[in-house]
């Protein structure tokens, strides 16, 4: 009897037990951080805190290397094979929805309140993604550089008016201390391009695409107002105030530095290490208004739905505990980049009021404009991409947009509009 | 007459050596930019490509690029595993292959020519090609292992092998070596009763050492190479490959040293591999004219 007693005190116990541990439902989540340790590391956190805080989820985390990332992604959706949690880059987000990778993330609006518009992924009126963190372009430049140019300290109520950008230009040019005036970034190619540079095409008054209907690029990729955009773009080469296309990269990365540059066009991300290479009277100028404002990209990492997950309320639990100003700190102050809520950058050692970084999370507030929220962006961006190179090495900058034009369009016809 | 020939000789000879010294600086170089860079901080790296100092260990000299490489990448994994399946899969290939190629060579069966042509035909066309129709192929093959019976391949070493044994160059080098050894041998060990497995293990493999160590370098650098197939095939890192796992040190800010040190590392498999076939690999190329 006592032996019958225990046999089934076991197998209640063990039963139990059981029962506890298949409790939680298995997210699968794919990150595009893998080589970034210290980013792995909060995220690993992040996980083990909401797996611990809940009984419903577990989720378990597969890290990718960022530079093959997309490329798994979109093999595995062919493969049938997608996690429930994916994370996606901004821009990207819009063809991912629209190819069924994706799926609307089921996200109370109390969890967004206070975060950085840009930081939230919007498509066909619904939220399908979410970032904990945003990034910033800004003009580096040495207060010491403007000093002794006589140049005005320009700031976000009062940003440099186009005239007053290339006046600066051709100061530093005429200076004689600079290889170049400008350092524009152009040995980093790929989503750099239309990042960085779609913001001076939108400040003309143009754009990548029409945002009114995302059905062509007619206008305002070759209007007047981009043409007028590709002329400067391509006055900054033929003028010699900044270096082209064959960029030495390791100039990209410390010309500015070692002061080949005087004025670098860079991301937050490059903060942290413009500081520590020496430049210690660094500051971080908003961009030039060339007639329609200050613009600059936005639009970083969120995580979202895959279309597959059978359980987009669990990937929602686990984004609203992910975005608790504890750790979009947390993030920030580990990899640099600018957090998504007033609350959280006062938490930061760089973003907080006097932070050294500070200005970039008011030119996020303040500058910030998404890349254009449609499918076809990913195939615009490349176009986009391709014709800055070119106007840069010479090409008509009529012929070279019309022609940018024209292969967007075939694009958004080939595929039916997008769903727009 | 015999002063002025010795002269002409000796300058032949500087000429060539000079001219050799530089094709060697040539493909030497970017090694020793490779390996001076792994020492060296990343600031410091960057400057120092502008000259001469980029090919030498001077300056700020330490291991701390590969402790970080280390510590950012599971490093020894990737190498493991790039070594398994490249190793594995050089193995099957020289095996199968040659066993093809006996079998068109010295077989006699109906087709044997056309399909030997189909598969040389294969050599044209580019992996790309066939990447994503090979992809839902195999995420859709059973398997039976220690799991029992699953569908789907993926996230694997089988994936990153099996579709990788047999290819159109291996069995080409093998059968064009094959054509060139004496017939008389292969009809002798007929007459005298041995069976064709006997000739294809004691006569023909044994007499096959260069084209089986062109093949295996051949193979083994395709195979080491490797970085779209298991980019779309794994999503785990237990299963990733070297090249794949380069990607861990290009982030915001490229970590060029890690990078250097990560590469350093990554190449001693394949000059080991290589310095311990190259005799024979050169003598293959000498005799069949095969460039790699």
Known sequence: MK?????????????????????????????????????????NSIVSDFNASQGDWMVSVESFPQGSYNDSVVAAALAGNLPCILDVDGPVMPNWAWAGYMQPLPISDAALDGHLDSTIGRWNGEVYS?????????????????????????????????????????????????????????????????????PFLQSFGGDIVDRSTYQTAEGALNGDAALAFGDWWQSLFTEGYAPGTSQDPADRDTGFI??????????????????????????????PDFGNGSVIGAGSWQFGASGTCPHPDGVAAFVEHALQDQYLAAFSDGIGLIPSTTEAAAMTKNYA??????????????????????????????????????????????????????????????????GH | MAAITSDNHGLRLVTRYVVLTLIAIIFVFPLIFMVMSSFKPDLQLLRDTSGIRAFLPVGDISLNNYVAAFERAPVALFVFNSVLVTGVTVLLSLLLCSMAAFSFVFLQWRGRNVLLSIIIATLIVPFETIAIPLLLLVSKLPWIGFDGFTIGWLNSYRVQIIPWIADGLTIFLFVQFFKDLPRDLIEASRVEGASWWQIYTKVVMPLSGPVIATAAILKFLVMYNQYLWPLIVVQEETYRPVMVGLQYFFQLNTAWGEVMAYLTVITVPVLTFYLILQRAFIASIASTGVKG
Do not use: C
């Open chain 1, 3 to 43: 032996l019958k007693t225990t046999l089934v005190a076991a197998l209640l116990g063990t039963t139990g037990f059981a029962g506890t541990a298949t409790a939680q439902t298995e997210l699968t989540m794919w990150y595009h951080g893998g080589g970034n340790e210290v980013e792995s590391n909060i995220l």
């Open chain 1, 130 to 198: 979410v970032g904990l963190w945003e990034a910033a372009v800004a003009l580096y430049a040495r207060q010491s550089t403007l000093d002794a140019l006589g140049l005005r300290t320009p700031t976000l109520d009062a940003p440099w008016t186009g005239d007053e950008f290339m006046a600066a230009l051709a100061a530093a040019k005429a200076s004689g201390e600079y290889e170049f005036a400008l350092d524009p970034g152009m040995a980093w190619t790929g989503e750099w391009y239309p990042y960085a540079f779609s």
């Open chain 1, 258 to 287: 070692d002061g080949k540059y005087a004025f670098s066009w860079n991301g937050n991300w490059a903060g942290v290490a413009t500081l520590d290479g020496g430049v210690d009277d660094v500051v971080f100028l908003p961009a």
């Open chain 1, 353 to 418: 009021a006097g932070g050294a970084l500070q200005p970039f999370f008011g030119l996020s507030e303040a500058q910030a404009l998404v890349r254009p929220v449609s499918p076809g962006y990913v195939v615009a961006a490349k176009v986009f991409e391709k014709a800055l190179a070119d106007i840069a090495n010479g090409a008509d900058v009529a012929d070279t947009l019309d022609a940018a034009v024209d292969e967007i369009n075939a694009d958004i016809e080939r595929n039916g509009g997008y």
